[in-house]
């Protein structure tokens, strides 16, 4: 039995979903690992308290970028298959993720002064050392990314000639109005903290509706392969049935037979005596 409508619905969602979701988690992924053992930022994962803001995000990064390939290849390996074990485990990878999503919006909202402050810290260690090293690729990618979310530029905003190909597109007059990312960042978190929690929660909210059509199609495939109950078998009875003839029962079934004695010719010498 095939999925109904609303089966293959929640199957095409899932499967466009979890496309966009490895996507992401492979950037996330690639991103982190290069700046983690790219040959210009090993020795920032050194103890250096200087840099604990860098390392800290770049393992976010890698963990995270880990967590949502993972879900997405369950997710898409359930729908494509339905199978009802790689959905179930989708399921599980995907409500614990979006409870890690509410977390740190609600935390980002509560502390939005010090998280703007990390964030901060973590922009000015990327911005020296996309400096120091002379325009590291991975350093000039992590800015560009940053600068372009945030629409900052550098440390004094679009005049900063060091760091100018990494910043966004701006028109004439927004080389003069563009801010600096460490203020803007931090003004972000705590003039925005509403604006923030939003997002996290939007996201949440779409993690919640793939988790709705992941149960779903759990539902739907269930059905189209439980058989369904066979129908008894009836005899129809005509009333033109031909019936076979039946002999009529003896009357008398236990009496014994009467014999009678057979009948003889009279002899003519006999005939002539009683004459």
Same mark, same amino acid.
């Given at each position: 039995m095939a999925l109904d409508l609303c089966g293959q619905l929640c199957k095409v969602i899932l499967i466009i979903f979890n496309i966009v979701f490895a996507l992401l988690g492979a950037a996330m992924l690639g991103l982190g690992l290069w700046l983690r053992f790219g040959a210009n930022t090993q020795g920032l994962f050194d103890v250096n308290f200087n840099t604990q803001q860098f390392v800290i995000g770049v393992?976010?990064?890698?963990? =995270?970028?880990?967590?949502?390939?993972?879900?997405?290849?369950?997710?898409?390996?359930? @729908?494509?298959?339905?199978?009802?074990? @790689?959905?179930?485990?989708?399921?599980?990878? =995907?409500?614990?993720?979006?409870g890690l999503v509410i977390g740190a919006g609600v935390i980002a909202f509560i502390r939005s002064d010090e998280v703007g402050e990390q964030m901060a810290m973590f922009y000015t260690t990327v911005y020296a050392k996309y400096l120091n090293?002379?325009?590291?690729?991975?350093?000039?990618?992590?800015?560009?990314?940053?600068?372009?979310?945030?629409?900052c530029c550098g440390l004094v905003g679009a005049l900063d000639v060091l760091v100018k190909k990494t910043c966004p597109e701006h028109s004439f007059t927004g080389f003069f109005t563009m801010p600096a990312c460490p203020p803007a960042i931090v003004d972000l978190f705590k003039d925005k903290a509403p604006l923030v929690l939003g997002l996290f929660l939007g996201t949440a909210a779409l993690l919640l509706l793939a988790l709705g059509c992941s149960s779903q199609l759990c539902k739907e495939i269930k059905c189209s392969?439980?058989?369904?109950?066979?129908?008894?078998?009836y005899m129809i009875l005509s009333t033109s049935t031909n019936l076979p003839s039946t002999p009529h029962p003896d009357p008398h079934p236990y009496e014994d037979p009467v014999v009678f004695p057979p009948l003889t010719l009279a002899t003519s010498a006999d005939v002539s005596v009683c004459c």
């Open positions: 393992m976010v990064l890698i963990v =995270l970028g880990a967590v949502i390939l993972v879900v997405a290849v369950f997710g898409d390996y359930g @729908a494509c298959n339905e199978s009802r074990g @790689a959905l179930t485990g989708f399921a599980v990878f =995907l409500s614990i993720v979006c090293t002379g325009g590291d690729p991975s350093m000039m990618v992590t800015l560009t990314v940053m600068q372009n979310w945030f629409q392969r439980t058989p369904a109950p066979s129908s008894p078998s």
